[in-house]
């Protein structure tokens, strides 16, 4: 019998499917019902361990713990997990204390399942077009998150739009895309506009990315599209302050064809979905 045993096995008429695997209402192959008992119970699975058990009417699939398919699927379940308890909290701008613990928490049970990133063996797994869905650093109710940045109350009325990560593993291009609306005053109607926030990017040892900002370009949309981007210039380095070095690190906790979970050098949590 080997580590994996993902079989249907026909059920007697005689015999009720319980709600728990641990009656053990079948027998595996060329073994007696107390034999096969026996088997399960001398492994002694704790309960994260647990043999999953898919029942029908007449027949009953086994997965043993360990397994790729199990594993796959407890992923599955983790990964909705951490979705829903992002979902409907304005990418973190929304988010309470609460709020906060929650993806914390739904976020390092998917981490500890998954295993470790590796993107060594496998960087084409950035490539793409990335939207952020929620970041912890937005709660802290600035477009800056815990750097410095225009605050997004009343100071400023400035309203922040989709927020997506552009990544080419072959340039080693990582831009930030960040969509604006910035008012105006009466009787101007607010201007929209796409910031871009060019950087280089390299990987540390398997999972921790470096970038390094080059520039910021600032396209209008909308009815003042035909005006052609700006280029920001770059504050000289003397002039930045210690928070704003330029570049920064995160780790990539978990990541899969659609989804990607990073935390940042000061600890933020960020959650991406390819788009």
């Not at 973190?92 to 063996?121: M, Q, T």
């Not at 201007?191 to 926030?197: C, D, I, N, S």
């Not at 000289?236 to 990073?262: A, H, L, W």
Request: net charge neutral; glycine share 8%.
């Amino acid at each position: 019998m080997a580590s994996l045993l993902h079989s249907r096995l026909p059920l007697s008429h005689n015999h009720s499917l319980s709600n728990s695997c641990q009656s053990f209402p079948c027998h595996l192959p060329g073994r007696s019902k107390r034999s096969t008992q026996r088997f399960f119970e001398e492994r002694s699975y704790d309960s994260k361990r647990a043999l999953i058990c898919q029942s029908g009417i007449d027949e009953v699939t086994f997965r043993l713990p360990g397994s790729k398919e199990a594993k796959a699927e407890l992923i599955g379940s983790l990964k909705l997990k951490l979705l829903s308890a992002v979902s409907g909290l304005n990418r973190g701008l929304a988010a309470s204390e609460d709020d906060l613990k929650k993806a914390d928490e739904a976020a390092k049970e998917l981490e500890s399942c998954a295993g470790a990133v590796d993107l060594a063996a496998d960087l084409d797994k950035l490539q793409g077009r990335w939207k952020l869905i929620y970041s912890s650093a937005f709660s802290s109710r600035t477009l800056g998150g815990s750097r410095p940045g225009p605050p997004t109350g009343r100071l400023l009325p400035i309203t922040l739009g989709q927020v997506f990560q552009r990544i080419d593993v072959l340039s080693k291009d990582f831009d930030n895309i960040v969509e604006l609306e910035l008012g105006a005053p009466w009787p101007f109607p607010p201007v929209e506009a796409t910031a871009t926030l060019a950087h280089k990017f390299e990987l540390i040892g398997s999972s921790t990315i470096k970038i390094v900002f080059e520039k910021t370009t600032v396209k209008t949309t909308g009815n003042l599209s035909q005006l052609p981007p700006i280029e920001v210039p770059r504050i000289p380095d003397q002039f930045r302050p210690p928070s704003n070095t330029g570049s920064g690190e995160f780790e990539v906790t978990y990541i899969d064809s659609d989804t990607r979970v990073t935390r940042g050098d000061r600890g933020e949590l960020r959650v991406f979905v390819i788009s």
